[in-house]
């Protein structure tokens, strides 16, 4: 059975840091491309970051780049996204998904709640 899992995330204050980890099991993992969602409240869930099945081409959205870093390590089944200098428009449940290339989604996580905050 195909399961993502994410963890990670919290109440942090605005320009800290929070690393999410999406843990995978039940399926294939280095054949999918893994990407980040998030979705603020009110709002469309919007793509944030994404990594292909080797780890060797990474993409984001252009309002985190420079602050958060997407990877992979394929022996933990685990993607992380690294981030950093985070604002209070970074707020949002973020999910992560593994499809075929970036943005597709075949599967989803449950998500985790990232709140910036002071």
């Known amino acids: 059975q195909l399961q993502l899992v994410e963890s990670g995330g919290g109440l942090v204050q605005p320009g800290g840091s929070l690393r999410l980890s999406c843990a995978a099991s039940?399926?294939?993992?280095?054949?999918?491309?893994i990407s980040w969602f998030r979705q603020a409240p009110g709002k469309e869930r919007e793509g944030v970051s994404c990594?292909?099945?080797?780890?060797?081409?990474?993409n984001y959205r252009d309002s985190v780049k420079g602050r958060f870093t997407i990877s992979r390590d394929n022996t933990k089944k685990t993607v992380y996204l690294q981030m950093n200098s985070l604002e209070a428009g970074d707020t949002a449940v973020y999910y992560c998904?593994?499809?075929?290339?970036?943005?597709?989604?075949?599967?989803w996580g449950q998500g985790t709640q990232v709140t910036v905050s002071s």
């Open positions: 998904a593994a499809g075929p290339e970036c943005w597709v989604a075949l599967k």
């Open positions: 039940g399926f294939t993992w280095n054949r999918y491309t």
């Open positions: 990594i292909s099945s080797s780890g060797g081409r990474t």
